[in-house]
């Protein structure tokens, strides 16, 4: 009986010695995962400034879309070719405000390229 006692012995501190080292490499996975969640929630959360650019593509576009109809409308009025002017301004406007959108958001693209390091290149 008392060998039984003794292999029983070291076979429990075996266990909790297992057990504890087990408990120690998840410990220390806990704390890794714990200081990426935490590098991962200090990153600068974005302000307003994606309002911001909307509100700057909204009227990139609004903008060329009015300012072609008014031309077209202008153009109607002294030569008399209603609505042909007013019709065609407009298509000519909505262009615009397309390309204007275009340009407006690929140089926002190389500039937040530019911001990340990535200098604007592409990777392939």
Known sequence: MAAQDGNSD????????ALA????????????EKKERSEA?????TDN??????????????AGVIVGAAIGWGLDR????????L???LLLGFCAG?????RASGGMASSANAEDGQGGERSE
């Open 87 to 89: 019709i065609g301004f």
């Open 49 to 62: 400034a994606g309002y911001g650019l909307a509100f700057r593509l909204a009227s990139e576009f609004v």
């Open 98 to 102: 397309v390309v204007n959108v275009i």
């Open 10 to 17: 070291k076979a429990a501190s075996a266990s909790d010695a």
């Open 21 to 32: 080292r087990r408990l120690e490499r998840l410990s220390r996975d806990l704390e890794s």
């Open 78 to 85: 002294m030569a008399g070719t209603s609505p042909w002017g």
């Open 41 to 45: 929630e200090a990153r600068p959360k």
